[in-house]
């Protein structure tokens, strides 16, 4: 049997940190900047944390579990 595959979105979209959490990037900065406030914009560059809801589905498609 062959070996089961990533899938090539999710692993575009997500990185495991050291402790084995999963990175992401928010969503919403990419264009119609110039209506949202510059405090929205910077909030939106940190990197944040996939929610616990949603972190086996992403683990599935990383392979990972």
């Known amino acids: 049997m062959s ?5 090539s979105s ?3 979209r997500f990185k495991v940190t050291g402790s084995g959490k999963i990175k992401r990037k928010h969503a919403f900065k990419n264009h119609i900047l110039t209506k949202k406030s510059k405090k ?4 939106l560059t940190h990197d ?7 972190l086996n589905n992403i683990k599935k498609q990383l392979r990972l579990k």
């Open 3 to 7: 070996k089961m595959k990533t899938k």
């Open 10 to 12: 999710a692993k575009k």
């Open 40 to 43: 929205r914009k910077l909030k």
């Open 48 to 54: 944040g944390l996939v929610s616990d809801s949603d």
